[in-house]
């Protein structure tokens, strides 16, 4: 697991990848937090590279939006494979927080 | 890292018969144990050497010449673990006796050197030997550290086990089965059979978020909270709303979990179930055939106070078998790194249908395990089967 970050008028897109799980849902929070800034005006999350994520790995992301919803960052995720899609529908995870096809889409989202 | 840069005193007991050897001892290292470095005691033999470590602990290391009167050096070699089991001693040996070397060393010398003594190489020795006890003592504080750990995981996994139901209601007109095959490091999964009004029952299958300890606390609150809302609520939907909204007060740590709670009525053959984000349920067919029921469009309760929670009916026929799942079954892998995926527990059940409820709960647990073979799975296994018979 890992993060990779670029930083484009106040939207952060981040790149995560592997497999997302207890072993090191602590770390992908702890980089999550580096990533973006109060500041900040979005965050997109991009799921491309992304191989597996457990119940701790959501749990970071139900932190991520709350954190963010707290400093009015915006906040959505992108390019999920079928199943990664499929465990934020089952969960219902996807009914409060947006997730868009492609990052060009979740970037026109956040107003980028 | 060396003695000197540890910042702390060392203390070397010194065992030699020749009474030169301390004011040279002294006088050769004065730098070291001006600064603190070290700090030597003597002995004259081994039986004083053994004395001075059993009234002083703080003696970090030995270092003996091995022709002493009344004990030796190699005799104090062998006692010196009933004493002091994490000291380690390094053997003054005459310059080329390697006989009596080799024999040192079996006894558990940790290194020797050789009269006439070079005190630079001795200074040398010293650090290494300590810097090993130093090592030691830190892979010993980490082996308690770790047995505490375990022994909290051991108290999660016991209390996981306990709370789950073992013994199945068996009747004429349905048979039941639950069975969870826990993760090494302690998953979250539960089930429970809550027996209601009017000879309904309520079947409940839940994942809580993350593993451990908190996992385990949050199982318990959820499966209580679950228990009492069963009782009192009109219908799964309400029941999970309850427990909603509940978790969600005070939860800083946004732990979550996701939840099936179904109630089952022996009189009509309907199921009515509630999804919170929970893999919805599975129904096998007498001929083998499947159909997994709609999602509710619930979420994982803890997440969102207020959610409402709808749930949905279906009515189950005579040989109907319904399976509820954790997804430690349908995420399970192999070691192509594959999913087992529904369709594999589907086609399972296609193939071979199951005879009754036990048959069937124990197919699924055979299945993640036959798929997974030798690869150590992260989450726990767990399955919640009713069957209709009548």
Same mark, same amino acid.
């Given at each position: 697991?890992?993060?990779?970050?670029?930083?484009?008028?106040?939207?952060?897109?981040?790149?995560?990848?592997?497999?997302?799980?207890?072993?090191?849902?602590?770390?992908?929070?702890?980089?999550?937090?580096?990533?973006?800034?109060?500041?900040?005006?979005?965050?997109?999350?991009?799921?491309?590279?992304?191989?597996?994520?457990?119940?701790?790995?959501?749990?970071?992301?139900?932190?991520?939006?709350?954190?963010?919803?707290?400093?009015?960052?915006?906040?959505?995720?992108?390019?999920?494979?079928?199943?990664?899609?499929?465990?934020?529908?089952?969960?219902?995870?996807?009914?409060?927080?947006?997730?868009?096809?492609?990052?060009?889409?979740?970037?026109?989202?956040?107003?980028? | 890292?060396?003695?000197?840069?540890?910042?702390?005193?060392?203390?070397?007991?010194?065992?030699?018969?020749?009474?030169?050897?301390?004011?040279?001892?002294?006088?050769?290292?004065?730098?070291?144990?001006?600064?603190?470095?070290?700090?030597?005691?003597?002995?004259?033999?081994?039986?004083?050497?053994?004395?001075?470590?059993?009234?002083?602990?703080?003696?970090?290391?030995?270092?003996?010449?091995?022709?002493?009167?009344?004990?030796?050096?190699?005799?104090?070699?062998?006692?010196?673990?009933?004493?002091?089991?994490?000291?380690?001693?390094?053997?003054?040996?005459?310059?080329?006796?390697?006989?009596?070397?080799?024999?040192?060393?079996?006894?558990?010398?940790?290194?020797?050197?050789?009269?006439?003594?070079?005190?630079?190489?001795?200074?040398?020795?010293?650090?290494?030997?300590?810097?090993?006890?130093?090592?030691?003592?830190?892979?010993?504080?980490?082996?308690?550290?770790?047995?505490?750990?375990?022994?909290?995981?051991?108290?999660?996994?016991?209390?996981?086990?306990?709370?789950?139901?073992?013994?199945?209601?068996?009747?004429?007109?349905?048979?039941?089965?639950?069975?969870?095959?826990?993760?090494?490091?302690?998953?979250?999964?539960?089930?429970?059979?809550?027996?209601?009004?009017?000879?309904?029952?309520?079947?409940?299958?839940?994942?809580?978020?993350?593993?451990?300890?908190?996992?385990?606390?949050?199982?318990?609150?959820?499966?209580?909270?679950?228990?009492?809302?069963?009782?009192?609520?009109?219908?799964?939907?309400?029941?999970?709303?309850?427990?909603?909204?509940?978790?969600?007060?005070?939860?800083?740590?946004?732990?979550?979990?996701?939840?099936?709670?179904?109630?089952?009525?022996?009189?009509?053959?309907?199921?009515?179930?509630?999804? #919170?984000?929970?893999?919805?349920? /599975? @129904?096998?067919?007498?001929? +083998?055939?499947?159909? %997994?029921?709609?999602? !509710?469009?619930? *979420?994982?309760?803890?997440?969102?106070?207020?959610?409402?929670?709808?749930?949905?009916?279906?009515?189950?026929?005579?040989?109907?078998?319904?399976?509820?799942?954790?997804?430690?079954?349908?995420?399970?892998?192999?070691?192509?790194?594959?999913?087992?995926?529904?369709?594999?527990?589907?086609?399972?059940?296609?193939?071979?249908?199951?005879?009754?409820?036990?048959?069937? #709960?124990?197919?699924?647990?055979? /299945? @993640?395990?036959?798929?997974? +073979?030798?690869?150590? %799975?992260?989450?726990? !296994?767990?399955? *919640?089967?009713?069957?209709?018979?009548?």
């Amino acid at each position: 697991m890992g993060i990779n970050a670029e930083r484009a008028d106040g939207t952060v897109i981040a790149k995560a990848d592997g497999r997302i799980d207890s072993s090191n849902s602590r770390e992908f929070h702890s980089e999550l937090e580096a990533v973006v800034a109060d500041s900040d005006a979005a965050l997109v999350l991009d799921f491309e590279d992304v191989a597996y994520i457990s119940s701790a790995g959501m749990r970071v992301i139900l932190l991520t939006a709350k954190s963010l919803q707290k400093s009015g960052t915006k906040f959505a995720l992108c390019s999920m494979d079928d199943s990664i899609r499929e465990v934020f529908k089952i969960s219902g995870f996807d009914k409060i927080i947006e997730i868009h096809q492609s990052q060009a889409e979740a970037l026109s989202a956040v107003g980028a | 890292m060396t003695t000197t840069e540890s910042g702390q005193k060392h203390k070397i007991l010194v065992v030699d018969d020749e009474p030169d050897l301390e004011p040279l001892m002294l006088q050769r290292m004065r730098r070291y144990i001006r600064t603190g470095v070290y700090e030597f005691v003597f002995a004259r033999n081994g039986v004083e050497a053994l004395e001075a470590l059993d009234m002083d602990e703080s003696i970090d290391m030995v270092l003996s010449d091995i022709n002493m009167p009344k004990m030796d050096g190699l005799t104090l070699l062998e006692r010196i673990p009933d004493v002091a089991p994490d000291i380690r001693a390094v053997i003054i040996s005459a310059y080329g006796d390697m006989k009596n070397i080799r024999i040192a060393m079996n006894r558990g010398a940790f290194d020797f050197v050789t009269k006439p003594v070079d005190f630079d190489d001795l200074k040398f020795t010293i650090d290494r030997t300590l810097q090993h006890i130093r090592e030691w003592r830190e892979a010993l504080s980490a082996r308690d550290k770790l047995v505490v750990l375990q022994n909290e995981l051991n108290v999660a996994s016991m209390m996981q086990q306990s709370i789950l139901p073992n013994k199945f209601a068996r009747n004429n007109d349905y048979k039941l089965f639950g069975t969870m095959q826990p993760a090494r490091n302690v998953g979250g999964d539960f089930f429970d059979v809550v027996g209601l009004s009017d000879g309904k029952v309520g079947l409940a299958i839940a994942d809580v978020s993350g593993k451990g300890v908190p996992a385990a606390l949050f199982m318990m609150s959820s499966r209580t909270l679950l228990k009492g809302a069963a009782m009192r609520a009109d219908g799964p939907g309400e029941a999970l709303s309850e427990v909603n909204d509940v978790l969600n007060e005070d939860n800083d740590a946004c732990m979550f979990v996701t939840m099936i709670y179904a109630v089952y009525d022996p009189e009509t053959g309907e199921l009515t179930y509630a999804d #919170g984000g929970h893999d919805p349920p /599975l @129904v096998v067919h007498a001929d +083998g055939s499947t159909t %997994q029921l709609p999602v !509710t469009e619930g *979420l994982a309760l803890g997440v969102l106070p207020g959610f409402d929670y709808h749930q949905h009916s279906h009515r189950l026929e005579p040989g109907d078998t319904v399976v509820l799942y954790t997804d430690g079954v349908t995420e399970a892998i192999n070691s192509e790194e594959e999913q087992l995926g529904l369709h594999r527990l589907r086609e399972a059940f296609e193939q071979n249908p199951p005879q009754d409820a036990e048959d069937a #709960g124990h197919r699924v647990i055979d /299945l @993640v395990n036959d798929f997974a +073979g030798d690869v150590p %799975q992260f989450d726990d !296994t767990t399955c *919640l089967v009713l069957r209709r018979e009548a």
